[in-house]
Nanobody
Framework: QLQLVESGGGLVQPGGSLRLSCAASGFTLDYYAIGWFRQAPGKEREGVSCISKDGHNTNYADSVKGRFTISRDNAKNTVYLQMNSLKPEDTAVYYC?????????????????????WGQGTQVTVSS
């Protein structure tokens, strides 16, 4: 069964940190660009960050630049999102997604359209 599983969410105080993980099973992430997305109640899903299949290219939403860092370990078939200096407005369900790319692609995508696989999401709540 092909799936992505997120973990690492939870409740954290403002200014705190969390590291989200996105583990793939049933397929290798070597051929996929990965995106992290989030959706808060009553809001549309938005792109947070993405990373190219070889990790050379990353992109971030303006709202998280300088605070979040995306990385990947293809040997572990896992992608990470390190979130520092968390704010209450970061509260949302966070999803990872995988998008198949061509062999020589160095692209990643922060728009949800075109992604092949999605995880079930992990809740992040930033509150005092």
């Amino acid at each position: 069964q092909l799936q992505l599983v997120e973990s690492g969410g939870g409740l954290v105080q403002p200014g705190g940190s969390l590291r989200l993980s996105c583990a793939a099973s049933g397929f290798t992430l070597d051929y996929y660009a990965i995106g992290w997305f989030r959706q808060a109640p009553g809001k549309e899903r938005e792109g947070v960050s993405c990373i190219s299949k070889d990790g050379h290219n990353t992109n971030y939403a303006d709202s998280v630049k300088g605070r979040f860092t995306i990385s990947r370990d293809n040997a572990k078939n896992t992608v990470y999102l390190q979130m520092n200096s968390l704010k209450p407005e970061d509260t949302a369900v966070y999803y990872c997604a995988a998008r198949r790319v061509t062999t020589y692609s160095d692209a990643c995508y922060t728009q949800p359209r075109g992604y092949n696989y999605w995880g079930q999401g992990t809740q992040v709540t930033v509150s005092s």
